[in-house]
């Protein structure tokens, strides 16, 4: 499975952006899928995941009720929309992937995507 994400950008406090993970591979709708954040200086953290069918997702307490995330199996892609941005989700945003399919194995995963940068200015 090869990950691309893309969508970050710079914005302000209180706007949104949507990140897109798009997925190659055959097997890309047998997965559940997560996104991952790193700020500066800090230590890579889980933000939010979705279930190989979409049925169940999870969430970080940090970003519940402000980040959805969704996946579209057509187009092999995942999505992570962002409502509310606030300067502490300044960070470098990956979406991965775990060799399951199950949401509870998405905070352990096997294959990363490259990051984007998303940058919130107050």
């Known amino acids: 499975v090869q990950l691309q994400a893309s969508g970050g950008g710079l914005v302000q406090a209180g706007g949104s952006l949507r990140l897109s993970c798009a997925a190659s591979g055959r097997t890309f709708s047998s997965y559940a899928m997560g996104w991952f954040r790193q700020a500066p200086g800090k230590e890579r953290e889980f933000v939010a995941a979705i279930s190989w069918s979409g049925g169940s997702t999870d969430y970080a307490d940090s970003v519940k009720g402000r980040f959805t995330i969704s996946r579209d199996k057509a187009k092999n892609t995942v999505y992570l929309q962002m409502n509310s941005l606030k300067p502490e989700d300044t960070a470098v945003y990956y979406c991965?992937?775990?060799?399951?399919?199950?949401?509870?194995?998405?905070?352990?995963?096997?294959?990363w995507g490259q990051g984007t940068q998303v940058t919130v200015s107050s």
């Open positions: 991965a992937a775990p060799q399951s399919r199950y949401i509870a194995y998405a905070r352990e995963p096997a294959y």
